[in-house]
């Protein structure tokens, strides 16, 4: 979920290391401005998101488990990028 915004977005700082015999050891996702990355993930980015598995902040559902505090800090952070990533 964290990754694939940098990879589709600003895929030229995304990099994958593998050890010769393509085993994925380690990996860097970033962007060069934070600024534009989150006002682009807010204005793209969230229209992919899936609202049936995070509801938008401020959006009661039936489903008590995705009324969550966890889930609706994930919903805030994914909607409105506002998380220590970004």
Same mark, same amino acid.
């Given at each position: @979920? +964290?990754?694939?915004?940098?990879?589709? @977005?600003?895929?030229? /700082?995304?990099?994958?290391?593998?050890?010769?015999? !393509?085993?994925?050891?380690?990996?860097? =996702?970033?962007? &060069?401005?934070? =600024? &534009?990355? &989150?006002?682009? +993930?807010?204005?793209? +980015?969230?229209?992919?998101? %899936?609202?049936?598995? =995070? /509801? !938008?902040?401020?959006?009661?559902?039936?489903?008590?488990?995705? %009324?969550? !505090? @966890? =889930? !609706?800090?994930?919903? %805030?952070?994914?909607?409105? &990028?506002?998380?220590? @990533?970004?």
């Amino acid at each position: @979920m +964290w990754y694939r915004p940098y990879v589709c @977005m600003t895929p030229n /700082t995304c990099h994958v290391l593998d050890d010769g015999f !393509e085993r994925i050891i380690g990996y860097c =996702v970033g962007t &060069a401005d934070t =600024v &534009a990355f &989150a006002q682009r +993930w807010r204005d793209t +980015w969230i229209h992919g998101i %899936n609202d049936k598995q =995070v /509801t !938008e902040p401020d959006n009661k559902i039936d489903d008590l488990s995705k %009324n969550h !505090e @966890m =889930v !609706e800090g994930l919903g %805030n952070a994914l909607y409105n &990028a506002r998380c220590g @990533m970004l």
